[in-house]
């Protein structure tokens, strides 16, 4: 069968339909008091950025709730950053292009938070004393200017069952070291020293900086 690709609008809106009253205006620009109480109890998020191209990424941030996302005032919040990889691809990405999407959980909810608008990277501020973890302040933080706010419904959730234990099988693909291994044959490490890496011992370094 041919593909038949849609190329327009006009074609998603007779596909789709138009909007509930509920779906279409539950845009808003700053914080409600339960923005805030979300952003209080959330310690996962998902970033997304795209350079001045478009060239699309998406970055997870964790943190213990409380500590991952700072409400600097009803339209302005900061995410910090920690130790990671140095790649800093949605970080680059926000020096070409300042737009980002944000879409914060909660564990066991099926209801998510979508914040969009523009970031800057903040490299020090009086604020990161209050997102230090374990000693740690901040590496930098990603400041958002909120131009869109709302709750997005629980239907992916539901669909994937994604927060029910009974579902859940981790062991379904290799692990970490043989998947690295495996995409990375040239990669100097074996197989044994990587799986020691990501092994107990890999938690160890969550919060601490590590040296170029």
Known sequence: MAWDEI????????MFGTPS??????DRTSLHPLDVRWLSESPFCLIGTADADGRCDVSP??????????????????I????GNKRMDGYRNV???PFVGINFFIPGRGDTLRINGRARLIRQAPFFDEMT????RPILCLVVDIEQIFFHCAKAFMRSRLWEPETWNPAVMPTVAAITKAVMPDTPESIAELERYYGPSYADQLYQRQTP
């Open 7 to 14: 190329r327009d609008a006009d074609e998603l809106t007779a």
């Open 21 to 26: 009253y509920r779906a279409a205006n539950k």
């Open 61 to 78: 941030k964790g943190d213990p709730a409380g500590q991952l996302v700072q409400v600097l005032d009803s339209t302005t919040i900061a």
């Open 80 to 83: 910090a950053e920690r130790p």
């Open 95 to 97: 020096l070409a292009n």
């Open 133 to 136: 973890v374990k000693g740690h």
